[in-house]
């Protein structure tokens, strides 16, 4: 079995990749490529890439690329990037649409350079392309937080009172952006292999993200069968609506999750926590939310949570398979042996090569 470290380093090895991207979405989706083999040139302007500013972010989603800076709106800098691009794979950019035309460095004349190039533009909006997709918002600025706005996750986002939590994690760029990026880009490079046609993908963060929102929209449906109304995203079926799958605070203002969705490990968690009276008040037995059987195991439940602090339950819950762990802060998480080295640059971003 390989070292766990170097498992996957040569899956995507021979892959060659252009990234004219900046900030996060882009140089996180090519930084997962680089991690995989692939080699990857990342082409940033004169004034450089704004993450620069963070260093220590810049490091994290360049490390393993080789950078070069040219002159955009120079003739002779958009040449060396189409010298890089007649033998590439693999295109990113994170432009808005009219951009790269601007540049000359459009679908039309990039395949005519190289048929098989794969191009993917990882934008907000998304691209307004014929009747099939029709908007005016193509053209429009925006950064993580618009994307999750408009999107609707943003208002999923809620405090147990119902305030709107304002997340530090970037979901659009990250999930909306790099991983669909990423997804696209590999099948569009599978299809280019077996075609010799490559093509032009656009990503949309936005409506990456609203496609992401499976569960509320089928749990909200759930809910409103039996409440008759949309439910606000904190008393969701999955937001905090069953005692068997929400947070509960703990003695010291801590928060234990209780994930026991499935029965078997809801009668194990009221073992553990030795309410037994409580091992039928269960959704699959019949007790619905807002029923007054459900209200009631949620309080005593609640009741139980907050008898002791973080450090009891954490101890207690550590031998119990009941899907129940602490709600860990970023300090505690990096310090567990469950993430030993995952902050080492050279580390695989959540693989691991069983065989």
Wanted: aromatic share 8%.
């Amino acid at each position: 079995m390989a070292n766990q470290s170097d498992s996957m380093k040569d899956c995507l090895a021979g892959l060659r990749v252009v990234d004219l991207t900046r900030n996060l979405p882009g140089p996180f989706a090519t930084r997962l490529l680089a991690d995989l083999g692939a080699d990857v040139i990342k082409i940033e302007p004169l004034n450089g890439d704004p993450a620069r500013a963070f260093g220590e972010l810049f490091t994290a989603l360049n490390h393993g690329k080789e950078v070069q800076k040219v002159d955009f709106r120079d003739p002779s800098g958009i040449d060396t990037i189409k010298a890089h691009l007649k033998d590439a794979d693999v295109m990113l950019d994170s432009f808005r649409p009219e951009v790269l035309e601007g540049m000359g460095l459009d679908a039309k004349t990039l395949h005519a350079l190289n048929p098989k190039l794969v191009m993917v533009s990882i934008t907000g909006y998304g691209l307004a392309a014929g009747d099939a997709v029709s908007h005016d918002w193509a053209d429009k600025a925006g950064h993580d937080i618009n994307f999750m706005a408009m999107s609707g996750v943003l208002d999923q986002l809620k405090t147990a009172d119902g305030g709107q939590a304002m997340p530090n994690i970037q979901f659009a760029d990250l999930a909306g952006g790099s991983d669909t990026a990423v997804i696209a880009l590999l099948a569009a490079v599978l299809s280019a292999q077996r075609t010799g046609k490559g093509r032009h993908v656009a990503v949309s963060m936005t409506h990456s993200l609203y496609q992401h929102m499976v569960m509320p929209k089928v749990t909200g449906k759930l809910v409103k069968s039996f409440t008759g109304k949309n439910p606000k995203p904190q008393y969701d079926f999955l937001g905090g609506l069953l005692p068997c799958y929400r947070l509960y605070k703990t003695a010291d203002s801590r928060h234990m999750a209780v994930g026991s969705l499935e029965i078997k490990f809801w009668q194990g968690l009221c073992d553990v926590l030795e309410l037994p009276e409580l091992k039928t008040k269960h959704w699959q037995m019949g007790v619905m939310p807002n029923t007054k059987d459900s209200q009631e195991a949620a309080e005593m439940v609640a009741d139980k949570f907050a008898s002791y602090g973080l450090a009891h339950w954490q101890q207690v819950f550590e031998s119990s398979d009941v899907c129940v762990t602490p709600v860990l802060t970023l300090e505690e998480a990096k310090a567990h042996h469950l993430f030993a080295h995952q902050d080492d640059y050279n580390s695989t971003p959540g693989w691991q090569l069983l065989g």
